[in-house]
C-alpha cells in the first residue's frame, strides 16, 4: 500500500524559516516531488529528490533521506506570497502518490 | 514553454448530459494524466497514456472516458455523471513517464454536476 503523511496546517511569520516534513512508505520508489497549490489553483512543481541529501532552489530546499521514508522542504525568507499547501508526493513509475497537502499560513 | 492548458474552465452539467474536458501541451511531452481534485484534497489519479496508448486506469467509473487523439492532446469524456464528481479535473503531463519525471499540471476544469 502507499502512505503520505504530512502536518495538516501550519502557520509561520513572514520573513521567518519553516520546514514541512513529510513520511513516506510506497511499494516501489522513484523520487520524492514537492508541490505549491494555492487554492483553486492547480499544483506547480517546486523540487525532487531522487537521491539522499539536500537540493536547494533559491529560497526553497528539499531532503530526502530513502532509509527513513523522510523528507522536508525548507522555505526561507518567507513571504505572504508563500501562504498556500504544500503536497508531498512519492513518484513511482508514472504515478504519484500524493499527501494530503500541508496548509502554511503565513502572517505578517 | 512548460505550459499545459485545459478547456473549458469552468463547466456546469445535468446528469444527463454529456460533454469533454480538452487538455493540450506542446512541450513534446508522451505522457499525459488525468487527476481529479475535490476540495482540501489532494490530486487522486484518474488515468495516465504513455505514448497514446491508455496504460493505467485507476479503476475509474466507466461515466468517464479518456481519449488520446495525439501526442500533444488528452480529452475526457464525460456522461451520466454523479452530483459526487462535481470536482476540479486536472491534466498533467510529463516527459515520457519514466524514471525521473517531473509532472507538469495545467490549470484544471472545475466541474459542477447538477
Known amino acids: 500500500g502507499q502512505n503520505i503523511d504530512q502536518p495538516t496546517e501550519m502557520t509561520a511569520t513572514e520573513g521567518a524559516i519553516v520546514q514541512i516534513n513529510c513520511t513516506y512508505q510506497?511499494?516501489?520508489?522513484?523520487?520524492l516531488f514537492w508541490y505549491q497549490q494555492h487554492a483553486g489553483e492547480a499544483p506547480t512543481f517546486l523540487s525532487y529528490?531522487?537521491?539522499?541529501g539536500l537540493e536547494e532552489k533559491g529560497r526553497f530546499s528539499s531532503f530526502l533521506s530513502r532509509s527513513k521514508g523522510y523528507s522536508y522542504l525548507l522555505l526561507k525568507e518567507l513571504q505572504m506570497k508563500d501562504s498556500a499547501s504544500y503536497l508531498c508526493?512519492?513518484?513511482?513509475?508514472?504515478?504519484?502518490?500524493f499527501g494530503s497537502g500541508t496548509k502554511l499560513n503565513v502572517k505578517p | 514553454d512548460t505550459e499545459v492548458t485545459q478547456t473549458p474552465k469552468h463547466l456546469v452539467m445535468g446528469m444527463t448530459n454529456k460533454k469533454s474536458l480538452k487538455c493540450e501541451q506542446h512541450?513534446?511531452?508522451?505522457?499525459m494524466y488525468w487527476y481529479k481534485q475535490k476540495a482540501k484534497k489532494p490530486p487522486e489519479l484518474m488515468f495516465v497514456?504513455?505514448?497514446?496508448?491508455?496504460?493505467i486506469n485507476e479503476s475509474v467509473p466507466s461515466r468517464f472516458s479518456p481519449e488520446c487523439p495525439n501526442s500533444s492532446l488528452l480529452n475526457l469524456h464525460l456522461h451520466a455523471l454523479q452530483p459526487e464528481d462535481s470536482a476540479l479535473y486536472l491534466c498533467?503531463?510529463?516527459?515520457?513517464?519514466?524514471?525521473?519525471?517531473?509532472?507538469?499540471f495545467g490549470p484544471g476544469t472545475r466541474l459542477l454536476v447538477l
Open positions: 498533467a503531463s510529463s516527459q515520457d513517464g519514466g524514471r525521473q519525471e517531473t509532472q507538469y
Open positions: 510506497t511499494s516501489g520508489f522513484n523520487g
Open positions: 529528490n531522487v537521491l539522499d
Open positions: 508526493a512519492a513518484y513511482n513509475f508514472n504515478k504519484f502518490y
Open positions: 512541450m513534446g511531452h508522451r505522457a
Open positions: 497514456y504513455s505514448y497514446e496508448k491508455l496504460s
